[in-house]
């Protein structure tokens, strides 16, 4: 039997955004800041889920 789970390790911005409801624009500034890494994969920015995480747990801590 073949396991055909998908595991995502990275979303785009916008899923991003959605997830911590935050807009676009304010993961745009994060990368400007160098407080958030990202990569663009096929012409769009991807984020690593594991990233994103610390960035935002970096944000309660502020």
Same mark, same amino acid.
């Given at each position: 039997?073949?396991? =055909?789970? /998908? @595991?995502?390790?990275? @979303? $785009?911005? !916008? =899923?991003?955004? *959605?997830?911590?409801? @935050?807009?676009? !624009? /304010?993961?745009? #500034?994060? *990368?400007?800041?160098? =407080? &958030?890494? +990202?990569?663009?994969?096929? +012409? #769009?920015? #991807?984020? #690593? %889920?594991?990233? %994103?995480?610390?960035?935002? *747990? $970096? &944000? *309660?801590?502020?």
């Amino acid at each position: 039997m073949s396991d =055909t789970t /998908t @595991v995502r390790k990275a @979303v $785009s911005r !916008q =899923t991003a955004a *959605e997830m911590y409801d @935050v807009s676009e !624009q /304010t993961l745009r #500034r994060a *990368e400007a800041a160098g =407080t &958030l890494r +990202g990569k663009t994969i096929g +012409g #769009r920015r #991807r984020y #690593r %889920l594991e990233d %994103l995480e610390a960035w935002f *747990e $970096s &944000l *309660e801590d502020a």
